[in-house]
Each structure stands twice: as C-alpha cells, then as structure tokens.
C-alpha cells in the first residue's frame, strides 16, 4: 500500500520548540512513526501554512502521480478558518473574514476529492485536531490588543473553539456527502485524559506526547485499510 499526504502543519510534523523558542520539524511525527511502523510508504505533500487554496495549488504539481497511490489523506482547515489577529486588533468592531470562507473552504475539498478519484486514488479525510482556546488566545494577542480581541470574541475565549471546530463540522459533512472515509485524530486527542497537554504553547499544534497519541489511531486506521483493501482484492476475484 502507498499513500500520499496533503494538508498544511500538522501533517507535516511541525512543533513549537520552547526551549528553541522557535517552531521544527518533530522527527517523530504521527506521519513519520506511522510509517515506521506500519511499514507503509508514505510521501507527504504537506506544507506549512497551508489553506485549501495552497493545498489545491500543491496538488496541481502531483496530480500526474496521485494514480500511484492506493489512498490519498486529505487534511485541512486548521489554516482556513485563521484570522488576520493584527487587523481584528486594530478594528475589532469591523467584520474580519476568515482566510478561507467556510464555503469556498467547501468548494476547494469537494474538488481536491474529485481529483484524486479521477486520478485513480481513493481519497481519504482526517479531521481537525483540537484547539485549546485560551493557550492559542494568548499566542495570537502577543504583541497586540488583547482587549480589542477579547471585544471581537464577545468576551469569550472559547469561541475560536467553536470557529474552528465549525470547520471540522464542515469536512464530517463533507465526507458523509461523497462517502469518504474519515480518519477522526480530534476524538483521539480529546478522549485523552487533560488533553491541553498535549497541544504546544501556542494551543494549535500537536506536540511531541500528541504526535504520538495520533500515531497509534492513524495506525489502527492504516490496519482497516488494509483490511478493506484485501477483501475488496479477494471479492474481485
């Protein structure tokens, strides 16, 4: 089984590094361990920063090859759904748009998914995993405004909770649409007992102990494919 990556820093391993002060690439990324011990290839396409808009333009460069993967994992909207913080600073009784509209968010991964199936590949989804609101409201307000942010959030830290996980509402709904299968790493982290200590400093990124905790689901996941992949070869014959 071979199978490529898309998706934005999450995917592609990186952590906040405290004592660096300073943001790496975790050697022993879910992506990487998952891997290791599977034995399953795995090439990953992802980059950080990236929005279904840059995630659709990488595709373009890899879209000759998609056919050479049994499946293709898809992970989006951790970036999608940011904020320019400096402007909501500056304004925060103005209406500030996220990077990606929820719907053109829609729209790009309903058609990243037709692409990988025109290509030959199976596509498949993971979820988002979870903020931790008041760790990632902090790092946003460095430097700037907290009290105009707070004004623009109502007073309410957890609502960029609830922003982001309307986007991770979004790829179920999308995934339940076009039967997709969803590989769910945001219950894995947060069935997990003081789940904040998993994410970094800045309340976004998985750190080491999370990667980890990742690993093991998206094994188990890898193992059902493999599963499903070989009834499905013992049907055909």
């Known amino acids: 089984m071979n199978i490529c990556v898309f998706g934005d820093s999450i995917t592609k391993g990186v952590v906040f590094d405290e004592a660096k002060g300073k943001y790496v690439f975790l050697k022993d990324s879910f992506i990487n361990l998952t891997s290791a011990d599977t034995g399953v290839k795995i090439k990953n396409f992802a980059k950080f920063g990236s929005t279904t808009v840059k995630g659709s333009e990488i595709m373009n460069k890899h879209e000759d090859t998609l056919g050479d993967y049994d ?14 913080w400096n402007e909501i600073a500056e304004t925060p009784q103005d209406e500030h748009l996220p990077l990606v509209p929820l719907d053109k968010f829609r729209q790009l991964y309903l058609s990243m998914i037709a692409r990988v199936r ?44 609830r922003w982001h996980e309307g986007y991770n ?13 969803v590989i769910d790493i945001r219950s894995a ?24 905790v990742i690993a093991d689901y998206l094994e188990k ?3 059902d494919l493999f599963r499903s992949n070989n009834a499905a070869d013992q049907k055909a014959c």
């Open 118 to 161: 025109a290509a030959g590949s199976t596509p498949v989804m993971m979820s988002l995993p979870p903020l931790v609101a008041d760790k990632f409201f902090g790092w946003v307000s460095k430097g700037l405004d907290k009290d105009n942010i707070l004004e623009f959030l109502k007073g309410d830290k957890e609502y960029i909770y």
């Open 169 to 181: 509402d979004m790829v179920n709904e999308i995934a339940r649409e076009q039967n997709v299968p």
């Open 71 to 84: 499946y293709t994992l898809l992970e989006f909207g951790g970036n999608d759904c940011d904020l320019l």
């Open 189 to 212: 982290v947060l069935q997990q007992p003081d789940y904040e200590s998993l994410v970094c400093l800045d309340g976004m990124h998985p750190n080491g102990k999370g990667h980890k």
């Open 221 to 223: 996941a890898i193992e």
